[in-house]
């Protein structure tokens, strides 16, 4: 919608802190982590950690999930102004998710899909977009882009598995692109290279990337850093995450420490002892002493 290479949303993981040090990395757009629209509707206070902040708001788009039409829509009205676009999250597998028809059960009722997106465009102003998988049990792309496009939806990013799948298996790039609006792919991006293949394979707009930017923000530069650079990093990232989440942040952060070090020499045991960290002086002493071990 906005570039070529995107965060794609992550729950539990693409937060402020996390979206600032992509964004600086060269991420041209990122999405909030999913939020339910039943939660928004309800004015929960909650919910505000999840906005946009107001510097990245031009490239930010705010994902809401949920099963009701009429719920989405008056949630998409409620965050309109609050994120560059709204995304409705019709991909997740997750069974919670799922039970209450909600993300990815959307693509086994594709009349409801259609009719949410219709909703939700009635009432805003801004572009909007859905996030989908290539089916729920089997690959039915080409009816589900046909459905999001009927619907009026401004854009499609599609993560090249099927819900049933979950994370096994290899994401497919290889996507029918009818090239209505632009479409996007997710799913196994990992490396520059992948980016462009996956570009080159379905003939896409771009690529979200996921799981291949934890604890390696510079996927979106395509260059390798130092040593040197990486603590500069890693530091970066626990002061900023300290900064929105405060005395949790030691424990937050353990979700990146495994990217962090990934390939690093003695890492196991590094890693063996920062997952215990609770304090944040001994967890920036930690990664400083390590670091500069390595660099020696
Ligand atoms: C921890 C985690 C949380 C995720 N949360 C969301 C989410 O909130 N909304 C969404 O649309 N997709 C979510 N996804 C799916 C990713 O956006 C992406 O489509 C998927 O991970 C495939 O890309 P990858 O193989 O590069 O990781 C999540 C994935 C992971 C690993």
């Known amino acids: 919608m906005i570039g070529k290479i995107g965060l794609a949303p992550m729950a539990g993981i693409t937060n402020w802190s996390f979206r600032k040090i992509c964004f600086e990395f060269g991420a041209e757009f990122a999405y909030t982590e999913m939020i339910s629209a039943e939660s928004i509707i309800r004015k929960l206070k909650v919910n505000e950690y999840y906005f946009p902040h107001g510097e990245e708001k031009n490239k930010v788009a705010v994902q809401i999930f949920g099963s ?31 039970r209450k028809g909600a993300g990815s059960a959307l693509l086994k009722d594709l ?4 009719k949410v997106i219709e909703e939700v465009k009635k009432v805003v102003n801004c572009k909007v977009s859905v996030k989908v998988r290539i089916g729920f049990e089997k690959d039915e792309f080409e009816k589900i882009y046909d459905t999001v496009v009927e619907a009026g939806a401004d854009m ?13 298996g290899k994401a ?14 997710s799913g196994d991006i990992y490396t520059w290279d992948d980016i462009e293949n996956a570009i080159s394979a379905s003939n896409a707009e771009g690529v979200l990337v996921a799981r291949g930017s934890i604890g390696n923000p510079w996927i979106f530069s395509g260059k ?13 990232h626990i002061e900023l995450l300290y900064s929105e989440v405060g005395e949790k942040a030691p424990v937050e952060f353990r979700k990146f420490v495994s990217g962090y070090t990934k390939g690093l020499k003695g890492a196991r045991d590094f890693r063996a002892r920062v997952m215990r960290i609770n304090n944040i002086k001994q967890l920036v002493k930690e ?8 660099e020696n």
């Not at 499609?156 to 096994?168: C, D, F, L, N, P």
């Not at 850093?225 to 500069?232: A, C, N, R, S, Y």
Request: proline share 5%.
């Open 68 to 98: 009701d039409p009429y719920v989405m829509a008056e949630a998409a009205k409620f965050v309109e102004n609050k994120g560059a676009w709204i995304d409705i999250n019709a991909g997740c597998p997750v069974r919670k998710v799922v």
């Open 111 to 114: 009349k409801k899909l259609k």
């Open 156 to 168: 499609i990013a599609v993560h090249g598995r099927t819900a049933k799948q979950m994370y096994s």
């Open 172 to 185: 497919i790039w290889n996507i029918k692109n009818k090239g209505y609006i632009p479409l996007y792919i």
């Open 224 to 236: 390798v850093p130092t040593i040197k650079e990486k603590l500069e990093i890693i530091l970066r």
């Open 287 to 294: 990664f400083k002493d390590y670091f500069l071990s390595l």
